[in-house]
């Protein structure tokens, strides 16, 4: 279901992923539920960050010096955590996607970390943190064709050679996205096991918690690191 290639622990020897997967999902229809959860997260963390930046914001300095380490600028291209609390600490509007996508924002905002969501179209397709190959092809959330920039060496998310995420948890791809038809997802959350481990697993036991009540679905959790690099 899920695996960190091992060359990545190399670069990023305690680097976690705690991985939910949620099978029978029902992403039709009207959920205010979410919506007010939404609302919620976003009016605390403006609370919470006042007068702050979202870079200077604890909990993210991980992930910052994470991308340092793997040659790529945090600024022009930030995890997801830290565009997420940008746009909160600047007062833009955040987008609602739908009812999944917002709980996954839900669950990122409240606990400042970087949650992907990747759809499966298979019970037995496998989703890979890996550095990308010269045959991958990514094409980005909203496009058409093939983004020509992706090169060898860049932190993906990856299912085959269709790249999921670009730049670890930077842009999304049109492959793999959450639409109101999807019913089985797979949410990796990341992590170090020396310094967020135990928020990594608050979040994942909060996500099934609400993706439960509010889908009636079925979830399982699993943490991958460098000693269990396999979750499924």
Not at 1 to 25: K, N, Q, S, W, Y
Not at 187 to 199: A, L, M, R, W
């Amino acid at each position: 279901m899920f695996t960190i290639a091992d060359e990545v622990f190399r670069v990023l020897p305690t680097l976690c992923v705690g991985v939910v997967t949620a099978h029978g999902i029902d992403n039709t229809g009207v959920h205010p539920e979410v919506d007010a959860m939404l609302d919620e997260a976003v009016a605390d963390a403006k609370r919470r960050l006042e007068g702050m930046n979202a870079s200077d914001d604890p909990r993210v300095q991980p992930y910052r010096k994470a991308f340092h380490a793997l040659g790529m600028s945090p600024s022009r291209y930030p995890s997801s955590n830290i565009a997420l609390l940008r746009r909160v600490v600047k007062g833009k509007a955040l987008w609602k996607v739908n009812p999944v996508v917002d709980l996954g924002n839900v669950i990122s905002i409240t606990y400042a970390l970087p949650l992907g969501a990747h759809a499966l179209e298979t019970p037995d397709e496998k989703l890979c943190l890996r550095f990308s190959r010269a045959d991958d092809v990514f094409v980005a959330l909203g496009e058409d064709a093939p983004d020509p920039t992706l090169a060898p060496g860049e932190l993906v998310y990856a299912v085959g050679n269709l790249v999921h995420t670009r730049r670890w948890t930077w842009r999304q791809s049109e492959h793999g996205k959450i639409v109101p038809e999807t019913t089985d997802i797979v949410f990796p959350i990341d992590g170090f096991t020396d310094q967020n481990e135990d928020q990594v697993r608050a979040a994942a036991e909060d996500l099934e918690r609400r993706l439960q009540e509010a889908f009636g679905c079925t979830t399982s959790f699993g943490l991958a690191d460098a000693g269990h690099p396999s979750v499924g």
